[in-house]
Nanobody, 113 residues
């Protein structure tokens, strides 16, 4: 069974930074493409960033240049570095093994002064 556990969310002021991490247990992590999604109240869940098994990355236009996704295969971890945060980045952030039914439980990110 594959399990994902996110950490690193919290409250930050506009312009600040946060780093989210997602540790994956079970399965063969270095073969997985991974994604970070977010869901704001009243909105649909959206894909924010993804990273393939060979570390190719893609970003939503709303976060390009501000967010960086990375992976550490030795630690079975995928990270999301979020800089220059805006109030509209407020959401619950989830990591996911792409092309699979496996999701993390989510971590709240709130950007507010």
């Amino acid at each position: 069974q594959v399990q994902l556990v996110e950490s690193g969310g919290g409250l930050v002021q506009p312009g600040g930074s946060l780093r989210l991490s997602c540790v994956v247990s079970g399965g063969i992590f270095n073969t997985y493409s991974m994604g970070w999604y977010r869901q704001a109240p009243g909105k649909e869940r959206e894909l924010v960033a993804s990273i393939s098994a060979n570390s190719n990355t893609n970003y939503a236009s709303s976060v390009k240049g501000r967010f960086t996704i990375s992976r550490e295969n030795s630690r079975k971890t995928v990270n999301l570095q979020m800089n220059s945060l805006k109030p509209e980045d407020t959401a619950v952030y989830y990591c996911k093994v792409l092309y699979s039914p496996y999701w993390g439980q989510g971590t709240q990110v709130t950007v507010s002064s």
